[in-house]
């Protein structure tokens, strides 16, 4: 039996709930000695986001700090895992690579990832490892990356939240739980249409409960803004029924009372199908990239409207399974990868990345850090840069606008916007949240 001193030391950093949620299962694994970094920015987890995340988990409790405390932090670590939103996992991969020695920099996301997009893979460019979590998922980045011409090293990782070792066949709750999410479906008319199922579902059977989840309350912040919420969308029905309720327990506890989960997207579906707990992925907004539900074509689970009413929910293709995030877990790579790049490491054999060239020098490095850390960088580096870069940013984009006026643009991939161009349109919805 490895001692903790044989183990891997692995830390990993994440600042908002999925992330957390994801990093702290991730860093709990017996097999390594991790801990989780909760770093502060402006869409850091509160204390009962954090607590939240963290239940279920097997990581008792995460450590709290600045972006000035993080290089010290990470010295002695054999691998910093970069548990963000790109351009977060950007800044923390830079100051990993400027340890001496150099740990080395896995990365990934924390759900579904498919399909795979382009800029998952330019904001990591900088990690030595991509962690993912489906055998479909290798696949997509693996060429999506040749396309790109992007250098990058795959690995499979269970869903630590989804392991088959928690599966317990036959939840035998009575609960509808519905999983929230901030930006699916994006648009109002259709977050009212789905406010609006769950108060017939509600009303269809009154003895037992449809649960909306929620993953933060009023002012607390999401990986992904919300401009809709669901509390505020109920409101606007007259009578709703006593047995729809909103919760803000953890997913974990959640699904413990659940007869089945709906969802249009979210990654609860995969830790409900762990549970054993049937799931409906609600197809009535459609079934395309923009929904990031096409993960569930052929699953079986794809379902409309009136199965929710009814509640009819579904169990998966085990074919499906195999091929999404229930693979055996003697497929998973990860920790044979991390293990081979640490030996690496130790003999001084492992290559360094390619830092990116800034075209700017240190005032766009400034810049990154401060559109990544939000009003959380103090510095005078970040004020000035947020000073010049704002301003120069509505030039290039009001000379754009008018350029596409007289050339239309091409239209993006479905996948992802592409190019120059899609790193700009992305850090820009990114940056108005700072």
């Not at 694994?29 to 991790?34: E, F, M, Q, V, Y």
């Not at 920015?41 to 995460?62: F, I, N, P, R, Y």
């Not at 109002?188 to 449809?210: C, F, W, Y």
């Not at 990544?372 to 000073?387: V, W």
Request: overall charge positive; hydrophobic content about 45%; some cysteine.
């Amino acid at each position: 039996m490895s001692t903790r001193r044989d183990r891997l030391r692995v830390v990993a950093v994440a600042d908002t709930d999925s992330y957390v949620k994801w990093a702290a299962a991730l860093v709990a694994d017996p097999r390594i000695d991790g801990r989780l970094i909760v770093l502060d920015t402006q869409l850091v987890v509160s204390d009962a986001q954090l607590s939240a995340a963290l239940a279920g988990t097997g990581l008792a409790s995460a450590r709290r700090a600045t972006y000035a405390e993080l290089p010290a932090l990470l010295g002695g670590a054999d691998v910093v895992l970069a548990a963000a939103r790109g351009p977060l996992a950007r800044v923390i991969a830079r100051v990993a690579a400027r340890q001496d020695p150099r740990p080395v920099i896995a990365t990934g996301l924390p759900g579904i990832s498919y399909p795979a997009t382009w800029l998952a893979l330019h904001f990591r460019r900088q990690c030595d490892v991509f962690l993912l979590h489906s055998h479909r998922e290798v696949r997509a980045f693996t060429r999506l990356a040749a396309e790109r011409g992007i250098d990058q090293r795959f690995a499979l990782a269970t869903l630590p939240f989804a392991a088959r070792a928690v599966e317990q066949q036959g939840a035998g709750g009575t609960d509808l739980v519905f999983a929230a999410q901030a930006i699916v479906p994006r648009e109002r008319a259709d977050r009212l249409r789905m406010a609006r199922i769950l108060v017939e579902a509600a009303r269809a059977d009154p003895s037992r409960r449809v649960v909306v989840k929620l993953r933060g309350r009023a002012g607390e912040q999401q990986t992904h803004r919300e401009f809709d919420s669901y509390p505020d969308l109920l409101a606007r029905f007259v009578d709703v029924p006593e047995n729809l309720v909103v919760s803000y327990e953890s997913m974990h506890d959640a699904l413990s009372t659940a007869e089945g989960l709906v969802t249009v997207s979210s990654t609860a579906a995969i830790e409900a199908a762990a549970r054993g707990v049937p799931v409906i992925a609600l197809d009535a907004f459609g079934v395309d990239e923009t929904l990031i539900n096409t993960v569930f074509r052929g699953s079986g689970l794809l379902a409309g409207a009136g199965d929710v009413v009814a509640r009819r929910f579904r169990r998966a293709d085990p074919a499906w399974l195999a091929d999404n995030y229930f693979h055996e877990p003697e497929d998973d790579t990860w920790l044979a990868a991390l293990t081979r790049l640490a030996d690496a490491r130790r003999s001084g054999l492992l290559e360094a990345r390619p830092e990116p060239k800034l075209v700017g020098g240190a005032a766009r490095e400034a810049w990154e850090r401060r559109l990544a850390l939000g009003s959380r960088d103090r510095s005078l580096a970040g004020l000035a840069a947020t000073a010049v870069g704002i301003p120069a940013r509505q030039v290039v984009r009001a000379a754009r606008a008018i350029r596409s006026r007289v050339v239309p643009a091409p239209r993006p991939s479905a996948r992802d916007e592409v190019g120059e161009r899609g790193v700009e349109a992305r850090e820009a919805e990114l940056e108005a949240r700072c």
